[in-house]
């Protein structure tokens, strides 16, 4: 699998983990804006956030404080709910990543069930791409999913890779190389439908180089793995050299 490409590769920081340690003592410290700021001044192409519906990490205040705390694109990622879709009308940020949740899950485990739900989520996505934001679904790498995406009126999908880094992580090297084939080409079918191709979710240091390789993604988010390295290396650290090993990756 030969990821040569020239496409640039953006990094979108995702700074929900930060709010996770702020939330465990409740209070203001750490910041997740002042967080999201240090990852503009490191490089960082945009800013994700995940309000929950339990609101664990990112709380309602924090999308106005992000938002005008750095002039980076912001990538609000939420529930397909009528709550959610009335905070995102009222921001209107830049990107609306759609995911799936359940409230009894640690992290966001699979991917959206787009084929399932094509007429509600046709519908749910109108009025965002509307008020001016990309809309984005968080799926599994599945030919059915990405086929989904396109009809429902998407203009990107973001790919869960959790499940490779899972692969990876445990020293499975056939599940993870299958894992990744599917991922070359779940991201190759949706550029072929005109789908934006963005990818995330548990990656680090050990397993983002042949993610990043892959041709069509033009943008990953990372989030979980740069705030806990930021305790040992700093936050501007470990964007940067993220940086660093995506841009080797694709050369
Ligand atoms: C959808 C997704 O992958 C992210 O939002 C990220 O994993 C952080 O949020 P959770 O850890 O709450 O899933
Ligand atoms: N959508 C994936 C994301 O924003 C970051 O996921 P993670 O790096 O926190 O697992």
Not at 81 to 90: S, V
Not at 112 to 119: P, R
Not at 124 to 150: N, T
Request: hydrophobic content about 45%.
């Amino acid at each position: 699998m030969n990821g040569r490409t020239d496409r640039p590769l953006r990094l979108g920081v995702n700074i929900d983990h930060v709010a996770t340690l702020r939330n465990a003592r409740g209070g203001r410290d750490p910041d997740p804006a002042r967080a999201a700021r240090l990852a503009q001044q490191a490089g960082a192409d945009g800013i994700t956030l995940h309000l929950r519906e339990d609101r664990r990490h990112i709380v309602d205040a924090d999308v106005p404080a992000v938002m005008a705390a750095v002039t980076l694109p912001i990538n609000l990622e939420m529930a397909a709910t009528a709550e959610m879709q009335a905070i995102a009308l009222a921001h209107k940020p830049h990107a609306v990543c759609i995911v799936p949740e359940r409230r009894e899950e640690r992290t966001t485990e699979g991917g959206l069930d787009v084929a399932a739900d094509v007429d509600r989520l046709h519908d749910f996505i109108a009025p965002l791409r509307a008020a001016g934001s990309r809309v984005s679904l968080f799926i599994a790498p599945d030919e059915a999913q990405v086929e989904a995406a396109a009809r429902v009126g998407a203009q990107v999908v973001e790919l869960h890779v959790g499940a490779y880094c899972e692969y990876c992580a445990d020293g499975d090297d056939a599940a993870c190389d299958a894992e990744l084939r599917r991922l070359f080409t779940a991201s190759a079918l949706a550029h072929e439908l005109g789908l934006e191709v963005h990818a995330g979710h548990g990656l680090n240091f050990s397993n983002v180089g042949p993610i990043a390789a892959i041709p069509e993604l033009v943008e990953l988010n990372i989030g979980h793995f740069l705030v806990g390295e930021a305790v040992f290396i700093g936050l501007d650290a470990a964007i940067r050299e993220m940086r660093r090993q995506m841009t080797q990756a694709r050369m």
